[in-house]
């Protein structure tokens, strides 16, 4: 079974605060993607990575960066967190596949974020 | 944007099947049929994918007419544990994966 491991189920912040959330994955899968998930709003797709070192912005990256260093590993920053980054962050990888057909995502179990 | 169409919410009692159909009358030839699960305080869970005709596994089965218009996540005898939120996604490799907002299924005892 593939595994994608958060590195925090719930974490506690303050304004300003640069935040580090991390991700593990042990599939030797090509892609990772980092969303939030805020009632209402459905998941929004903040950065994705296709190889290592590789990134690409999301539909909302505003105030967050990444990195990749490690094939297996996808980190999420906020450079420096505000109130409205208060959600739950979920982390996601795949395998890149073949031909047309998508190849589906596996999610680690998110982590809470609260910006005090 | 999204491009399917699915109930809200959804109740359902135990032992009982359900089927949730989705509408995607834009689906384009290379898109697949995709469904994910999501329960609560947890990340979204691949259930099912198909591209036409019937699709099962050992969770749910999947039935695309021939026009692929439409979908039906069929799951079998619910119990308690199958409350959760039901996304259908369609879309082939080189969409960005978008969540809609989802069936909220609730199984009643």
């Known amino acids: 079974d593939v595994k994608v491991t958060q590195s925090s189920r719930y974490l506690v912040k303050r304004t300003g605060e640069k935040v580090f959330l991390e991700c593990v994955q042990d599939?030797?899968?090509?892609?990772m993607f980092w969303y939030r998930q805020d009632p209402g709003l459905g998941l929004r797709l903040i950065y994705f990575?296709?190889?290592?070192?590789?990134?690409e912005k999301g539909d909302i990256p505003e105030g967050y960066s990444v990195s990749r260093e490690k094939k297996e590993r996808f980190s999420l920053i906020l450079e420096s967190a505000s109130t409205n980054q208060t959600s739950m962050y979920l982390c996601?990888?795949?395998?890149?596949?073949?031909?047309?057909?998508?190849?589906?995502?596996?999610f680690g179990d998110g982590t809470r974020l609260s910006i005090l | 944007l999204a491009k399917t169409t699915q109930p809200i919410s959804m109740d359902s009692y135990e032992g009982q099947e359900v089927n949730i159909t989705c509408s995607h009358n834009n689906i384009a030839t290379n898109d697949y049929i995709t469904w994910y699960q999501q329960f609560p305080s947890q990340g979204p869970r691949f259930i099912i994918q198909?591209?036409?005709t019937k699709v099962t596994n050992e969770v749910a089965s999947l039935f695309i007419p021939a026009d692929r218009k439409s979908s039906t996540l069929s799951l079998p005898r619910v119990s308690l544990s199958d409350t959760a939120v039901y996304y259908c996604?369609?879309?082939?490799?080189?969409?960005?994966?978008?969540f809609g907002k989802g069936t909220r299924l609730h199984i009643l005892p």
């Open positions: 996604l369609v879309l082939n490799r080189d969409d960005k994966i978008i």
């Open positions: 599939m030797d899968h090509e892609n």
């Open positions: 990575s296709y190889d290592v070192k590789m990134k």
């Open positions: 996601a990888s795949s395998p890149t596949g073949t031909g047309t057909q998508i190849q589906p995502q596996h």
């Open positions: 198909g591209y036409k």
